[in-house]
């Protein structure tokens, strides 16, 4: 069993859609994490630091449930420019990063 | 800026032949880690360092080495590189349990 698990996608959208992408994380002892964006051929970017009370940066919300050991991550009125694959990112104690194998969004006009 | 650079950015090379990859970071982090990406199979740490002089093993360390002997280099050396290290190489630094951040990648094709 992969340690970050997340759908690969692709999720085909419209424009204006709402999309949410869900990740599990099988390390209880997990200490944060993130979501980054990857664009094609490109280096991962954060876009996200997730938190227990949840959080929101503009069109993106984050959630976290730590006691189902589960991440969301909520983009609201897609833009084209949304297209990328999102990364699920898991800290552990010792600063050891794992990354899910992504999901591909693929926002349609 | 702060940042971290990543040299070269591509490189074509024939097996067996020596290469290093360079990685360098401006933002006084602590923690550098290799990693490769390849299809189908996501991002895996080659190897990672929690300061100078202070290397250790990540996923898929075999032919590899690294060293650090400075805190904002952390060069990646293939001593006999093979074709099935050709790949796309991300360098990444972060201060201690914080997110990481990437240089923009090294385009590796062993023939």
């Known amino acids: 069993r992969k340690e970050v698990e997340q759908d690969p996608g692709p999720f085909n959208v419209p424009e204006g859609a709402t999309v949410a992408f869900n990740c599990t994380y099988s390390?209880?002892?997990?200490?944060?994490f993130f979501w980054y964006r990857q664009d094609c051929r490109k280096e991962p970017k954060l876009l996200m630091s997730v938190y227990s009370s949840g959080n929101e940066d503009g069109r993106f919300t984050a959630q976290l449930n730590r006691a189902s050991q589960y991440i969301s991550l909520l983009i609201r009125d897609s833009k084209l420019s949304d297209s990328a694959t999102y990364l699920c990112?898991?800290?552990?104690?010792?600063?050891?990063?794992?990354f899910g194998g992504g999901t591909r969004l693929m926002v349609k006009p | 800026e702060a940042q971290v650079t990543q040299n070269p950015r591509y490189l074509i090379t024939v097996t067996g032949k020596k290469l290093t990859v360079t990685c360098s970071q401006n933002?006084?982090?602590?923690?550098m880690s290799w990693y490769r990406q390849d299809p189908g199979l996501g991002l895996r740490q080659i190897y990672y360092?929690?300061?100078?002089?202070?290397?250790d093993k990540g996923d898929v360390p075999e032919g590899y080495k690294v060293s650090r002997k400075e805190k904002r280099n952390f060069p990646l050396i293939l001593e006999s590189p093979s074709p099935n290290q050709t790949s796309l190489y991300f360098c990444?630094?972060?201060?201690?349990?914080?997110?990481?951040?990437f240089g923009p990648g090294t385009r590796l094709t062993v023939t």
């Open positions: 990112v898991v800290l552990d104690a010792g600063n050891m990063l794992t």
């Open positions: 360092s929690m300061n100078v002089e202070v290397t």
């Open positions: 933002m006084n982090h602590e923690y």
């Open positions: 990444a630094s972060s201060p201690p349990a914080r997110e990481q951040y």
């Open positions: 390390n209880s002892a997990s200490q944060s």
